[in-house]
């Protein structure tokens, strides 16, 4: 494996002996797996897939819980999945593990001239609308959107196609002016509730209406999924209490009136 990014001055050796040392045993361990372990034979790039997902989505709660020795974890485990992908596209003649990280730092330092060329910024806003710049006429993409996989979470594809369009200059000016798209949305969504409109009427204006926020969400500097999952947890938190008081007093939540539930719930926003 090359361990300098490449010969420019500006480009520095990377030298950690440890971490070398650390990766090549995890090379080395894979390669055996690969020869001697019937279940690790037997994988392929497709039958790894579910499994990788997986592991994301339990690297992103263990972000959420502030659980940092599960993210080291969770880290070592998408690391094995690069590896172990790496190494049966081997197998195939495909590419090697050299090939995906030479690709990435390649990447990488065609998308930071403001480090290893001679473009100023000066924000991060900044950087993250020169990457879209550098995709189309550097990196040769045919679309802004093509790096938006229609595989990704609804919300997450909402906010990343937003993000990809704003990186070209194709975005509201001021933050009021989505604000009173958001409104509009409402006013649009509540017209086809009181007008009974169709199924289809209102999946679309619901949808206009939460595309409308994930954008508004950009220009406040909220993340729309962080934020989501701070409301579910806080729910479940009050949920689980409003559970746990209801057993107390020797009830089930099936048993009890509304109001008696609302009334442990205010509880629970105390708490």
Known sequence: MNDNI??????????????TDAFQRLLDI???????CPWDKKQ????????????????????????????????GDIIMHIVFYSRIAEDRKLFTIDDVINGICEKLIIRHPHVFGDTSVKSAEEVADNWEKIKLTKE??????????????????AYRMQEKAAGVGFDWEKRDDV??????????????????????????????????????????KVNPMDALEVANKKF?????????KAREMGKSLV?????????????????
């Open 6 to 19: 490449n010969s420019n001055s500006k480009q520095p050796a990377y030298n950690s002996q440890s971490s």
């Open 236 to 244: 479940r938190n009050r949920f689980t209490f409003v559970e746990e």
């Open 179 to 220: 604000w009173d798209k958001v409104e509009e949305e409402i006013s649009e969504l509540k017209y086809e509730i009181e007008n009974e409109g169709s199924k289809e009427r209102l999946t679309e204006e619901f949808g206009d209406l939460m595309f409308a926020l994930v954008n508004y969400s950009r220009f406040i």
């Open 255 to 271: 048993d009890m009136s509304l109001d008696e539930m609302n009334e442990l719930w205010e509880m629970a926003k105390k708490n």
């Open 44 to 75: 392929t790039i497709e039958s790894l897939r579910h499994l990788t997902i997986e592991e994301v989505f339990e690297l992103s709660q263990a972000i959420v819980d502030e659980d940092y020795q599960d993210v080291k974890k969770e880290l």
């Open 30 to 36: 894979m390669d055996r797996l690969r020869v001697e």
């Open 140 to 157: 040769h993409n045919r679309s802004v959107l093509g790096g938006v996989p229609n595989a990704l979470p609804e919300l997450v594809k």
